[in-house]
């Protein structure tokens, strides 16, 4: 069974600190996602990664960068946490195959409250 | 741009009753749709995912299908439990491998 685990399940900054929320795929794929998920606006891509060191811009970049050194971990960081980034965030990953995307399999979620 | 629409936002049933939950898109042109279920502070576990070229996809008391013409899928639950009782989302594969995502349709299964 394809796992994707994340660091943390429930996560509590101040307003400022610099925050990093990590992400494992254990099914050597190649494509890894970051999503929020806020009551009354679903689920929204914030960046994701085709590859190693490879981003790309998701609908709601800003606020947030993303690191990808290995095929298994893609990071999430809020470089000066605020209030508004208090989410619920949730990791997936997928296989890519000649330019098709395949079924994507998502994290247990991180809740991440800031104060 | 491209949506998903899922209805009714919420559900509430007596066991054991047949239910259908809905959804609709708006890009004829999407590649494969899944249905995922989410428990309350929990993450997302994919229950079935249709290929483009299927029209439909069974897993156990589980049937979803797919009509790519009219943009709708259907979820249908045989036999309610209240162990079904949490959030169901729909979301479409884009040309792009993205995943758009509807709003949910929370259920709620009465014992």
């Known amino acids: 069974d394809v796992k994707v685990t994340q660091s943390s399940r429930y996560l509590v900054k101040r307003t400022g600190e610099k925050v990093f929320l990590e992400c494992v795929q254990d099914m050597d794929h190649e494509n890894m996602f970051w999503y929020r998920q806020d009551p009354g606006l679903g689920l929204r891509l914030i960046y994701f990664?085709?590859?190693?060191?490879?981003?790309e811009k998701g609908d709601i970049p800003e606020g947030y960068s993303v690191s990808r050194e290995k095929k298994e971990r893609f990071s999430l960081i809020l470089e000066s946490a605020s209030t508004n980034q208090t989410s619920m965030y949730l990791c997936?990953?997928?296989?890519?195959?000649?330019?098709?995307?395949?079924?994507?399999?998502f994290g247990p979620g991180t809740r991440l409250t800031v104060t | 741009k491209q949506e998903v629409t899922q209805i009714p936002a919420a559900l509430s049933v007596p066991e054991g009753e047949n239910l259908v939950l809905n959804c609709s898109f708006t890009?004829?042109?999407?590649?494969?749709l899944q249905w995922f279920r989410q428990d309350p502070g929990k993450g997302l576990t994919s229950l079935l995912l249709i290929q483009s070229s299927q029209r439909e996809q069974t897993s156990g008391r589980l049937n979803a299908s797919l009509d790519k013409s009219s943009g709708r899928s259907t979820l249908y639950i045989a036999a309610s439990q209240p162990g079904d009782s949490a959030t169901y989302l729909c979301a479409f594969y884009n040309q792009g491998g993205k995943l758009i995502f509807g709003q949910g349709t929370e259920l709620s299964v009465k014992p």
């Open positions: 990664s085709y590859d190693v060191k490879m981003k």
């Open positions: 890009d004829s042109a999407i590649y494969n």
């Open positions: 997936a990953s997928s296989l890519w195959s000649s330019g098709v995307s395949y079924e994507q399999y």
